[in-house]
């Protein structure tokens, strides 16, 4: 609808007699919010509240104005250029409506008087019945009648909205495709009423087991699908996070349903894909492939799930494994620290790294390279971190009150210094077990100063106030730029010991080692070598720079328990490096 113009003359009466007689309750608004006519439909329309009554009203003040941001809008509208008019539905009881709460559909349309709006007409009208049938058939046409869920459509319509935001914000969702083993049988021995109250049951089951955020649908007979949005950058991530949703969908059919005095136990199979698949992917495309996985899945002989990339149900499966293994090594105590002597160029212990090993029941030692990147997926890694934090801290205090002063430094994630409470959990630690911050460095790596740099700066600042220094581990293999080392309290770079290794035989690694150390001259960093095997290795460092060496050519990582008694019996402590 254009704005309506008001001019003097013919039109005048022309919109008089079209106010009158247009069948739509109509009311005429100042800016002030007086009403300042009033059709007959709407003296019928709304035919005996005590407002109407008066002659006039005020419509800032009268129920309109109680309902949302009506008084706001109709706002907008006066303080506008008067270029469009507004549609806005409301729900209000008019008076004396017996029918009580009716959805009004009120259209505004500014008067204007030059550019400015004067005035504003509504129109109102009573949509209640409408919005009613509305409903009814978006209920019919996205929703299970039987079980009440969302249903294909619904799913593929949500799908499609992940999908496009996938675009813009790269991580992977996943769905899952759940179909009831032998549904068939339960329906063909039990009736299709009792199959009916069991489909009915399952979806409740579901739904109860997941976020808010997931939506599950039931797509047809006996089969449901489950989306799950993530919050994750990675498929691995994610890949996982479904496992465990399978598995306690798994562990919650395992209590039976109970109809008519009888008890059922059911399995389910699971399809699995992630999306998106690809640039462009689709929503029928995505349920296709959960369904192939599915067939896959089914074929195994019913209660298995399969993904629809074969790689990706076999690493997350591993992972998943692994992952609960650690928790419940965690609590087992099963895991182990082992230190690692660094040296100076005279050979003289200086501090140690402090390295974190699983013994594990069947497997024997386990190395941290096969664990910890699995950890590093989700929080585990905070929890092992804290634990190794902890012991790190407990040597701490034991060789310190022994007069044996030690450095020591100990690996921190890149999501365990992200966590929000890693700053005060390192605070009340240090507190509570007494240790001396400042023989704590804690490795960090360049991937840090990706991202929310501000975040890590503050939090480095704060740490620094406790006494803790920064190395950074793998220097040389991230994103090195200078701009950043320079401006953060770091205190160490380790130079990795690919670089190390091959220092004497590669001139490119050899450029890079001597780049290294000239930067840290320059800024005046110390630099522990990594990886020092070989005598022609460590006279390459140092003939070049003072450098601390860590390597086996010095010494292996050892339990830190045999370390500390060694190193107890021959009674000296560490050189305290400034
Ligand atoms: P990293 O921080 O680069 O640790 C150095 C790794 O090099 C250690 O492997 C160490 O045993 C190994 N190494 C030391 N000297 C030599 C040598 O002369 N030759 C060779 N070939 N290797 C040497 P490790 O203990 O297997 O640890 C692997 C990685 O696991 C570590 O790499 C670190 O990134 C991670 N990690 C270990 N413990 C922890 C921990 O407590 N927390 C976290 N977040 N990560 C840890
Ligand atoms: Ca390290
Ligand atoms: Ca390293």
């Not at 990886?531 to 022609?536: C, D, K, L």
């Given at each position: 609808m254009i704005p309506f113009v008001s001019h003097a003359g013919n039109s005048g009466s022309l919109f008089r007699a079209l106010f009158s007689q247009i069948p739509v309750a109509a009311l005429l608004i100042d800016h002030s919010g007086v009403v300042v006519k009033k059709n007959p439909a709407f003296n019928s329309f709304w035919s005996t509240g005590p407002e109407i009554r008066d002659g006039s009203f005020n419509i800032y003040s009268s129920v309109f104005s109680g309902a949302g941001d009506f008084a706001e809008t109709l706002r907008t509208v006066f303080r506008g250029k008067g270029q469009s008019s507004r549609e806005y539905q409301i729900d209000l009881?008019?008076?004396?409506?017996?029918?009580?709460?009716?959805?009004?559909?009120?259209?505004?349309?500014?008067?204007?008087?030059?550019?400015?709006?004067?005035?504003?007409?509504?129109?109102?009208?009573d949509v209640t019945e409408q919005r009613v049938a509305d409903e009814k058939i978006h209920r019919l046409v996205f929703y299970d009648t039987l079980t009440g869920l969302p249903n294909r459509n619904l799913m593929l319509d949500r799908i499609g909205q992940r999908l496009s935001y996938l675009q813009r914000y790269p991580r992977n969702d996943a769905l899952i495709l759940v179909n009831i083993d032998r549904f068939r049988v339960i329906n063909d021995a039990r009736g299709n009423q009792v199959g009916d109250a069991f489909l009915v049951a399952i979806g409740k089951r579901l739904l109860s087991l997941m976020r808010e955020a997931d939506t599950v649908a039931r797509m047809n007979a006996d089969e449901f699908a489950i989306l799950l949005p993530s919050d994750e950058a990675s498929a691995e991530e994610i890949s996982m996070k479904t496992l465990i949703v399978i598995e306690r969908i798994r562990e919650s059919l395992k209590n039976p349903f109970e109809f008519e005095g009888e008890m059922a136990i059911v399995t389910a199979s699971y399809g699995i894909t992630l999306l998106p698949g690809g640039k462009e992917d689709a929503p029928v495309a995505v349920l296709r492939r959960a369904d192939t996985a599915l067939h896959r899945a089914k074929a195994a002989g019913g209660g298995h799930y399969a993904f629809f990339d074969p790689d990706m149900g076999n690493s997350a499966s591993e992972s998943y494994q692994v992952e609960r293994e650690l928790r419940r090594a965690l609590s087992n105590g099963e895991l182990r620290v082992f230190l690692?002597?660094?040296?100076?160029?005279?050979?003289?212990?200086?501090?140690?790294?402090?390295?974190?090993?699983?013994?594990?029941?069947?497997?024997?030692?386990?190395f941290p390279g096969s664990f910890i990147p699995i950890a590093e997926q989700t929080d585990l890694i905070i929890d092992v971190g804290e634990w190794v934090m902890e012991r790190a801290c407990e040597i701490l205090v034991d060789t310190g009150s022994m007069g044996l002063p030690l450095r020591l430094s100990v690996n921190v994630s890149p999501r365990q210094f992200r966590n929000r409470l890693f700053v005060p959990w390192m605070r009340e630690l240090i507190?509570?077990?007494g240790a001396d911050a400042s023989c704590l460095t804690l490795e960090i790596t360049e991937s840090l100063f990706m991202g929310d740099l501000e975040n890590t700066v503050m939090k480095m600042g704060q740490l620094t106030e406790l006494g803790v220094r920064f190395s950074v581990d793998d220097f040389g293999t991230g994103y090195s730029s200078l701009a950043y080392i320079k401006q953060l309290p770091i205190h160490e770079l380790k130079i990795?010991?690919?670089?190390?290794?091959?220092?004497?035989?590669?001139?490119?690694?050899a450029a890079l080692v001597e780049t290294i150390l000239a930067v840290a001259a320059l800024?005046?960093?110390?630099?522990?070598?990594?990886?020092?095997?070989?005598?022609?290795?460590?006279?390459f460092l140092n003939s070049r720079a003072d450098v601390t060496h860590q390597g086996y050519l010095f010494g292996r990582p050892e339990p830190a328990e045999k370390w500390i008694d060694q190193w107890k019996r021959a009674g000296s402590g560490c050189i305290l490096t400034p």
């Open positions: 009881s008019p008076y004396g409506d017996p029918r009580g709460l009716r959805t009004l559909s009120v259209t505004m349309v500014p008067v204007l008087s030059g550019h400015r709006v004067t005035s504003v007409f509504l129109l109102i009208e690692q002597p660094q040296v100076n160029a005279q050979r003289e212990f200086v501090s140690a790294e402090v390295l974190v090993r699983w013994q594990h029941p069947t497997r024997g030692l386990v507190a509570r077990t990795d010991k690919a670089f190390v290794q091959d220092a004497p035989n590669d001139a490119n690694d800024l005046n960093l110390r630099v522990v070598a990594e990886g020092v095997e070989s005598e022609p290795q460590a006279d």
